[in-house]
């Protein structure tokens, strides 16, 4: 086999659909219907009409058992051409940014020329299945032959196993809600409520700005009548966030739904190429994805659940060569505040560093003017697939109204994961 060189990944730009909280515009809608509307964004935008894609990869993380083809339904449904082929697939709330990095590495080795990322979320539309008893007696009704093999099924039946058992988001592992962990985690990190709901007021209000000043037109399509995410609050005030109660820990918590980010309903995109192929189609380059990396704690025997993205920041430093504070913007996913703040407390940590990650000396301090700059997920809030699309896309159309830089991407997931990526400018 000849050797390829390797060539840089182009991010052309990403298109999403508002979010909305979950049970309010889109309580009617499912993943297939979301993903669709912000794939035909994405279409429109780029005039992608009838074009053939090498590879879309995405999928959803609470999803009906009918949409194990998420990702090729949401294709065929539109205006691509029907010779693209989709690959549905699932990392928790890293989904879409892990599918970008597979997209980027078979770009940079030429296995492909285009790929689209996305993800898609509702919990408005969970689904809700039997308990596992009797669904094996409706499995064996089904196979059974006669009436009398039939009823024989449910021989023993009890009405508790008619009880629906709902979608959680709990760790298996732990029998803990993902809030659940990260209170131990602001309670080992000393994480204050005070600097929490500062952190999630400044993300309400920085996102309410992006979309008055513009930044947001080109990458929020309507969608059932919405055109702007319903969760972000411009008269948000600290004062008012302070009388709210904790929720995970009601004795000594300091998590609140207003530090949090909601339930949330959407779906986002992101185009990828290689630079002959954004030439050859006309379309400017936002910036460049170069790297990413992938990284897991374990959490089950004691370390934080969403303190993953740490490692895989460091592994990509030390990769790189960079040090943490060669970054124009950071984007760090709010799955918490609390969430961010111990991730920016461990990279300051000399006894962190140098136990968890290898290092002689900590990572440091980053310039807080710099992180999420147009708000995140707490505001915004946070469709679990689609939001490592959406982070690739305001990073991206960042990096081109600056012309130039670098953008550091930090996501946390369920299971104790973490997705890191770095994205460059053009110049």
Not at 389 to 395: C, M, P, T, Y
Request: aromatic share 6%; hydrophobic share 45%.
């Amino acid at each position: 086999m000849a050797e390829e060189k390797i060539r840089r990944v182009v991010v052309l730009g990403g298109v999403r659909i508002p979010f909305c909280r979950s049970h309010t515009a889109y309580a009617e809608l499912t993943n297939l219907d979301m993903l669709s509307a912000a794939l035909g964004g994405l279409v429109d935008r780029f005039a992608l009409h009838g074009t053939h894609i090498d590879e879309v990869v995405g999928g959803a993380v609470v999803t009906h058992a009918k949409d194990w083809n998420l990702a090729r339904e949401a294709v065929i449904g539109s205006q691509l051409a029907p010779t693209t082929p989709a690959i549905t697939m699932m990392q928790a709330c890293g989904t879409s940014l892990q599918g970008a990095l597979g997209l980027g590495a078979k770009i940079a080795t030429s296995q492909i020329e285009c790929g689209i990322a996305l993800g898609s979320d509702t919990t408005s539309d969970a689904p809700v299945v039997f308990q596992r008893r009797f669904a094996q007696r409706l499995i064996q009704a089904s196979r059974a032959r006669g009436f009398r093999d039939k009823l024989s099924a449910f021989k023993g039946f009890m009405p508790g196993e008619l009880a629906p058992q709902p979608p959680s988001t709990s760790e298996p592992r732990t029998g803990l809600s993902m809030g659940e962990h990260c209170e131990l985690m602001a309670k080992e990190w000393g994480i204050t409520r005070e600097a929490q709901d500062l952190l999630a007021y400044e993300s309400h209000k920085k996102a309410a700005a992006a979309y008055d000043e513009g930044f947001m037109d080109g990458l929020v399509v309507p969608c059932a009548g919405v055109f702007r995410d319903n969760n972000i609050r411009e008269d948000i005030s600290l004062e008012k966030m302070a009388e709210l109660k904790p929720v995970f820990d009601r004795e000594g918590g300091t998590i609140t739904a207003a530090n949090s980010t909601p339930l949330t309903d959407g779906a986002a995109t992101l185009l990828l190429a290689s630079e002959d192929w954004a030439a050859k189609k006309r379309l400017p380059i936002q910036a460049f994805l170069t790297i990413g990396r992938t990284s897991a704690v374990d959490f089950v025997h004691g370390e934080g659940l969403l303190m993953a993205p740490t490692v895989a920041v460091s592994d990509l430093l030390r990769q790189t060569g960079l040090a943490l504070q060669d970054f124009d913007y950071y984007e760090i996913h709010e799955a918490f505040a609390a969430q961010v703040l111990a991730t920016l407390k461990a990279w300051e940590s000399e006894d962190y560093c140098r136990r968890r990650l290898g290092r002689s000396e900590p990572l440091g301090s980053i310039d807080r003017a710099r992180l999420n700059v147009k708000g995140s997920s707490i505001a915004f809030g946070h469709p679990f697939a689609a939001t490592g699309a959406r982070i690739v896309a305001v990073l991206a159309k960042l990096l081109q109204d600056k012309g130039t830089g670098r953008g550091l991407i930090s996501v946390c997931t369920a299971g104790g994961m973490g997705v890191a990526a770095i994205l460059e400018g053009v110049k």
